[in-house]
T-cell receptor, first 116, second 110 residues
C-alpha cells in the first residue's frame, strides 16, 4: 500500500519566489496534518484538516503561508513570498478518525525546502 | 517553559543495556500521549501510545504519570537498530493541539 506521498522531495528556491508543496494522504484517511521541522524549533503543527475542512490553522506562522485541501486525496501548502527563514523540512501526515486527534498519524517522507 | 520537554541527549549506551528517558508536560489538560521514533533524515513513525495503566510492546515499555505530569519510555536489551531520536507527543483534543517534544537522541554502540 502506498503511504503518504509528498512532492517535491527537495526544493531550492530564491527568496521572494512562490513555493507549493503537495501531499496525497493515505486512501481512506480523513485527517491531514502539515508540519514543519527545524533544528531550532523541532516539529511544529502548522494546520490540520478533518474531512477536507481546516480545523485549526493557529500554527501557520503568518499570512505568507496558506493551505488547501480541495478533495480527500490532495492537499497543498503554499508559501508566498518565500523567505530564507522558511527553510525547513515540511511533513504531511494523515490519520483516520474523528475530529479528535487521538489516532496514529502516518507521515510522508517530507519536503526539504531551502530558500536562498 | 516548553509545553512538552525532553532531555535532548544524546544517550550513548552499549548494546544490550536498558535505557530510559522521560518527557515532562506542563498542560494538565493533555489527554493523549505517544512516543514516535525518527531516524536521521526520515519521517517520524509511531512507536507506541501511552496509557495511564502503562503499556508494553516487546522490549519497549511506556508509562504515564499524571500526578507528576511525565511520561517515560524504557527500552530493554537495546539493539543497534534502536539508535534514533525519540519524540514525545502530547495531544489536547479539546483544543485541537498537538505538541511534539524536541526529541531525545539515542545512540547504541556495539
Amino acid at each position: 500500500d502506498a503511504g503518504v506521498i509528498q512532492s517535491p522531495r527537495h526544493e531550492v528556491t530564491e527568496m521572494g519566489q512562490e513555493v507549493t508543496l503537495r501531499c496525497k494522504p493515505i486512501s481512506g484517511h480523513n485527517s491531514l496534518f502539515w508540519y514543519r521541522q527545524t533544528m531550532m524549533r523541532g516539529l511544529e503543527l502548522l494546520i490540520y484538516f478533518n474531512n477536507n475542512v481546516p480545523i485549526d490553522d493557529s500554527g501557520m506562522p503568518e499570512d505568507r503561508f496558506s493551505a488547501k485541501m480541495p478533495n480527500a486525496s490532495f492537499s497543498t501548502l503554499k508559501i508566498q513570498p518565500s523567505e530564507p527563514r522558511d527553510s525547513a523540512v515540511y511533513f504531511c501526515a494523515s490519520s483516520f478518525g474523528t475530529r479528535s486527534m487521538d489516532y496514529e498519524q502516518y507521515f510522508g517522507p517530507g519536503t526539504r525546502l531551502t530558500v536562498t | 517553559r516548553k509545553e512538552v520537554e525532553q532531555d535532548p541527549g544524546p544517550f550513548n549506551v552499549p548494546e544490550g543495556a536498558t535505557v530510559a528517558f522521560n518527557c515532562t508536560y506542563s498542560n494538565s489538560a493533555s489527554q493523549s500521549f505517544f512516543w514516535y521514533r525518527q531516524d536521521c533524515r526520515k519521517e517520524p513513525k509511531l512507536l507506541m501510545s501511552v496509557y495511564s495503566s502503562g503499556n508494553e510492546d516487546g522490549r519497549f515499555t511506556a508509562q504515564l504519570n499524571r500526578a507528576s505530569q511525565y511520561i517515560s519510555l524504557l527500552i530493554r536489551d537495546s539493539k543497534l537498530s534502536d539508535s534514533a531520536t525519540y519524540l514525545c507527543v502530547g495531544m489536547y483534543s479539546s483544543a485541537s493541539k498537538i505538541i511534539f517534544g524536541s526529541g531525545t537522541r539515542l545512540s547504541i554502540r556495539p
